[in-house]
């Protein structure tokens, strides 16, 4: 009786064994899309949360929700937009790094990720993040009301510098980089404005609309509507060459001889830091697919949106390279409160 009692618990002992040797082989496994099974094997078992750290409407809004349509074909689970608002970004960005590592909250940086830290708006750094991969880049538009007085950027410049800062320009928040576009802007030509900062470019295009400002440094995918429905009118392109989004509106250069610093905004997807890497990586595979969807194209380029997608390692690269640009560029600018 012993030794059948032996046995008996032998044999649980060693199927226990297995069992346990089974479930740690299999956490190993390597799916059909090239991530790893064990505990990721479901991912993603639900919806999965994308933060936009500005009002709807804007640019990075319209961006983030036609990639989460996309998305959503390759995850085959909803993704939910979030707009967190405030402090010029810092409010989203904040809780997109503190959220769990679990891969079911990403976060759509602006690239203000990299200029809040310097400006001593933002207590944290890119650093605070995995990236998964970037989707966009857009030029600085100087656009003003169509009944405006300033048909070309020569005659706008002209008249800021004669007023000084008599002229208020709307921006996307304080430290934003459509405020860094018009203060560049500035310091390249020798004007002053009234900057008057809004929770993104899409309110500061609507108090444009309303009369409330009187020109905006936006890109061309959040002035384009209104400039084809001739309530705007786009005086100049920020960069070294026109933008598609914009036939017919001269660069900076071209329109007043001016080669003031290119200021452009880019946008990229990321997750919290401590995420493992397994999920990272397939979400990076899946957004870099979405990316190619042709109804995601088709509404960037409708849009005016620039399509530029990095995987996660060039990411990465574009956000130390505009941390140490902007770190240099702010104090420079006289803009620092650290």
């Known amino acids: ?29 390597l799916k059909q899309d090239g991530s790893r099974g064990g505990d990721t094997a479901d991912f993603p078992a639900r919806a ?52 769990k590592g679990d891969g079911y909250t990403v976060t759509y940086l602006p690239a203000e990720l990299t200029i809040l830290p ?16 970037q989707t966009n880049y857009d030029p600085s538009a100087i656009t003003v009301r169509a009944e405006a007085p300033w048909k070309t950027a020569s005659e706008f410049l002209a008249y800021a510098k004669d007023h000084p800062g008599e002229l208020k320009m709307g921006n996307a928040g304080t430290g934003s980089i459509w405020h860094l576009a018009a203060v560049t802007l500035e310091k390249g030509t020798g004007v002053t404005f009234s900057h008057i900062p809004f929770e993104g470019a899409g309110p500061a295009v ?4 309303s009369g409330f400002v009187d020109a905006v440094p936006v890109s061309p995918a959040e002035v384009k509507t209104f400039v084809e429905q001739g309530k705007l009118r786009t005086l100049a392109i920020n960069d070294d060459k026109p933008s598609e989004a914009l036939p ?36 990076s595979k899946t957004f ?51």
């Open 1 to 29: 009786m012993k030794g059948k009692t032996w046995r008996t618990v032998c044999s649980l002992s060693i199927a226990s064994s297995l069992a346990a040797a089974l479930t740690a082989c299999q956490g190993e496994v």
């Open 48 to 99: 999965i949360t994308l933060i936009v750290p500005y009002s709807v409407g804007g640019g990075t809004d319209i961006t983030a929700r036609a990639l989460a349509k996309a998305a959503e074909k390759e995850l085959h689970q909803p993704v939910t937009v979030v707009n967190r608002t405030g402090g010029g970004g810092s409010i989203g960005l904040m809780e997109g790094a503190g959220a």
């Open 118 to 133: 310097h400006l001593g708006l933002l207590p944290i750094t890119y650093e605070k993040f995995t990236p998964i991969a």
């Open 206 to 209: 609507s108090a444009l609309l």
């Open 248 to 283: 017919g509106v001269p660069t900076l250069k071209e329109a007043a001889g001016i080669q003031a610093r290119f200021i452009g905004t880019w946008r990229g997807l990321a997750v919290p830091k401590d995420t493992p890497d397994d999920i990272a990586e397939y979400l």
């Open 288 to 338: 870099m697919k979405a990316a190619e969807d042709r109804e995601f194209k088709d509404t960037m380029k409708a849009n005016g949106l620039g399509l530029l997608v990095k995987d996660a390692k060039g990411f990465h690269q574009q956000l130390k390279e505009s941390h140490d640009q902007f770190s240099k560029l702010i104090p420079e600018l006289g803009l620092s409160r650290k």
